[in-house]
């Protein structure tokens, strides 16, 4: 491992190192207003949301690393408190590119980056017509980190109205992962995207309560054919199969194993490891404990 000092780097490098290694980071298009009405637009990865209730989003205008320059966001937003923050997809990632380009204060970058303004219902500030998700905030807070260059700004905004494209949404009025299609930012430039190719599937602990890692036997702890992951899916289980179970299990599904490799141990627990892999896979939790617990039963 490299160990870093944040204090001992540039902060050039500091920030590389950062956004780098923090990835990928959703995208926050903000869409603000100054007190003469005009409009602004930019995007930002420093952004996440952080409760439900209220509905919290914090995004992060930094000062420039090079002039120790505000965005004109960050001014726009303490001149006049509100924001929109639209989510960016895949078939609009080159124009948000662009919006982030410094141009001047006053220049609208809805029409630099052919972006399309559209009026929102409760805060002044423009939605982005070609946003899947809208989010129209009011600015809560905006905490200052500090007054060199690369300090952030965190804008706490309060969601008082959301808008989604109902192109995103399932069948139960839900959005929908994959037709959805956002983007996200790594280091340097590139982006990430996530669709079917680059997302997967986790079914979450919420109501359920797993045995854990201290609970598995310890030959199937330290199989040298089972990896951590294979092992977390194992420790997730509630109940390990009974006896009677597994002894079916064994006789129907498992025979052959037994009755080719019967005076074989080593290789049995082996195909019988690597078989154990192979439900786990296929998201087959209680055979894959099945057959695991049979080579001992």
């Not at 914090?58 to 303490?78: H, M, Q, W, Y």
């Not at 805060?123 to 009011?138: D, F, G, N, T």
């Not at 997730?236 to 194993?257: H, M, R």
């Amino acid at each position: 491992m490299v160990s870093i000092d944040p204090k001992a780097i540039s902060v050039q490098r500091l920030h590389h190192f950062l956004l780098a290694g923090v990835s990928p980071r959703p995208i926050a298009l903000a869409s603000t207003m100054d007190q003469h009405g005009q409009p602004n637009v930019a995007p930002f990865s420093f952004f996440n949301v952080f409760s439900a209730n209220p509905p919290i989003l914090i995004f992060s205008p930094a000062r420039s690393g090079r002039t120790n320059e505000t965005k004109d966001t960050l001014k726009n937003v303490l001149e006049h408190p509100e924001v929109v923050i639209n989510m960016v997809d895949y078939s609009m990632v080159e124009q948000i590119s662009l919006a982030s380009s410094p141009f001047e204060r006053g220049v609208n970058e809805f029409t630099k980056a052919g972006l399309t303004p559209l009026a929102s219902e409760i805060v002044q500030p423009y939605r982005v017509a070609e946003s899947p998700v809208q989010l129209e905030c009011k600015v809560n807070e905006i905490i200052a980190l500090g007054n060199e260059g690369g300090a952030g700004n965190l804008v706490v905004c309060e969601v008082v109205k959301m808008h989604i494209d109902e192109r995103v949404l399932d069948e139960d009025g839900m959005i929908d992962s994959l037709k959805i299609d956002l983007v996200s930012r790594m280091g340097g430039d590139w982006y990430c995207r996530a669709d079917a190719t680059s997302m997967f599937e986790i079914k979450k602990p919420i109501t359920t309560v797993g045995i854990g890692f201290d609970q598995l036997p310890t030959d199937i702890l330290q199989s040298p054919y089972l990896s951590p992951s294979d092992l977390a899916k194992l420790a997730g289980i509630e109940a390990l199969p009974n006896e009677t179970d597994v002894n079916e299990f064994k006789l129907i599904e498992l025979s052959e194993y037994f009755v080719s490799l019967v005076d074989e141990p080593s290789t049995l627990e082996k195909e019988l490891h690597l078989l154990a892999k192979e439900k786990l896979n296929e998201n087959k939790l209680e055979d894959a404990w099945k057959v695991l617990l049979s080579f001992n039963n």
